[in-house]
């Protein structure tokens, strides 16, 4: 299990005269396994979920993931989380499917019959398979996604951070998308606007204009953004 706290954090983009605050005073207590980030356009969403895996460290208050600080130890934060950007083109690094699922590997140590090993058991689990040897670039969005997934749990992180994963995606490669985040054993922090997304989650956090505004089960903070979007 992943304990994140979040404690009294806000974010100020720049400095000087255009600096702007982003975030403010946010506290959360984070110990579920799926955990829904949910608020308007430009409401600190990926503000928020950047943070936790010390990709930005905030500027007030602090974050802890399973006890380390993400600003004095960031490297070990990002070790034990995983993020996967909305675009997985950004995240792509290298030509073929396999090569790239397999690039978070090159350091570890394990011999590459052991690396080949692991990279066709996570090809077979998201029916990558047959385009083992493919050029990454010529695959559909959603699998392009799925090779993004793959690349980040190779190397087995106990967290995974998710921005807006399905948001490029038709609504067939978003559901396969949001099928594969629940089968997930691991802890899970998934900022979306496709809210049917959340619906079985254990917990979701709804922010608006960089305040934390609800924070509950699915039902109750989707009612809630529901009723913040109509107003
Ligand atoms: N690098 C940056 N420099 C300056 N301002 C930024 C930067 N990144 C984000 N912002 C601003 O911070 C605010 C929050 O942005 P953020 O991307 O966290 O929101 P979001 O909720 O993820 O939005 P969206 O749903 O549109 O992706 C926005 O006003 C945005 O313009």
Redesign the pocket.
């Known amino acids: 299990m992943v304990h994140i706290e979040v404690d009294h954090v806000g974010h100020r983009?720049?400095q000087g005269p255009l600096s702007?605050q982003?975030l403010d005073d946010i506290n959360a207590d984070l110990v579920e396994q799926r955990i829904g980030v949910v608020?308007?356009?430009?409401?600190?969403?990926?503000?928020?979920v950047r943070m936790l895996n010390a990709l930005l460290i905030p500027s007030q208050g602090r974050i802890r993931v399973n006890g380390l600080d993400t600003a004095a130890s960031a490297a070990k934060v990002r070790k034990l989380a995983g993020f996967l950007f909305t675009d997985p083109d950004t995240q792509i690094i290298m030509p073929t499917v396999a090569e790239d699922v397999a690039f978070g590997l090159r350091k570890s140590g394990l011999s590459k019959p052991e690396i080949s090993a692991r990279v066709d058991e996570l090809l077979a689990h998201f029916g990558l398979s047959g385009h083992r040897d493919h050029p990454a670039h010529l695959l559909s969005g959603g699998q392009k996604q799925l090779l993004a997934l793959a690349s980040v749990l190779i190397t087995s992180p106990q967290l995974i951070i998710m921005d807006?994963p399905t948001t490029l995606l038709d609504l067939r490669n978003a559901k396969m998308i949001g099928r594969v985040i629940r089968e997930l054993p691991q802890t899970v922090v998934l900022?979306t606007?496709h809210l049917y997304l959340l619906e079985d989650f254990d917990r979701v956090l709804v922010?608006d204009s960089?305040h934390l505004v609800a924070d509950a089960a699915p039902a109750e903070a989707l009612a809630h953004y529901r009723k913040l979007m109509d107003a």
């Open positions: 983009y720049g702007r982003v608020g308007h356009n430009g409401s600190g969403k990926s503000t928020f807006e900022a606007h922010f960089g």
